[in-house]
Nanobody, 130 residues
Framework: QVQLMESGGGSVQAGGSLRLSCVPS????????MGWFRQAPGKEREGVAL????????YYADSVKGRFTISQDNAKNAAYLQMNSLKPEDTATYYC???????????????????????WGKGTLVTVSS
């Protein structure tokens, strides 16, 4: 079974930066949309950023716009999330996700619903201290 593998999480002080990486562990049909979601303790999983692999259009949650940047490497089916100016409220487990048929625009318009993504990683923890 295909899984996505995240790396790059860790602990950082407010204002710092981290870069998360996501690569598939097995053969995966080329993803149409790749994205990052996060889940803080006691809260629901929420969308952070999406990238449409065919034209590199990107979509962001308002809470991270201007601070986070999603990018991709199509040759590796990989996705990255550069997180700058981190805040304590960014503390969460970050999950990589991929969708093989639906577009990012459709997923974004539906409100970043986790159930719209086909493949998931196990998550990587990001802790931001004040």
């Amino acid at each position: 079974q295909v899984q996505l593998m995240e790396s790059g999480g860790g602990s950082v002080q407010a204002g710092g930066s981290l870069r998360l990486s996501c690569v598939p562990s097995g053969d995966m049909y080329r993803a149409s949309c790749m994205g990052w979601f996060r889940q803080a303790p006691g809260k629901e999983r929420e969308g952070v950023a999406l990238i449409f692999t065919r034209n590199i259009n990107t979509y962001y949650a308002d809470s991270v716009k201007g601070r986070f940047t999603i990018s991709q490497d199509n040759a590796k089916n990989a996705a990255y999330l550069q997180m700058n100016s981190l805040k304590p409220e960014d503390t969460a487990t970050y999950y990589c996700a991929a969708e093989t048929s639906r577009t990012c625009y459709w997923i974004f318009q539906r409100g970043f619903r986790p159930e719209d993504m086909d493949y998931w990683g196990k998550g990587t923890l990001v802790t931001v201290s004040s």
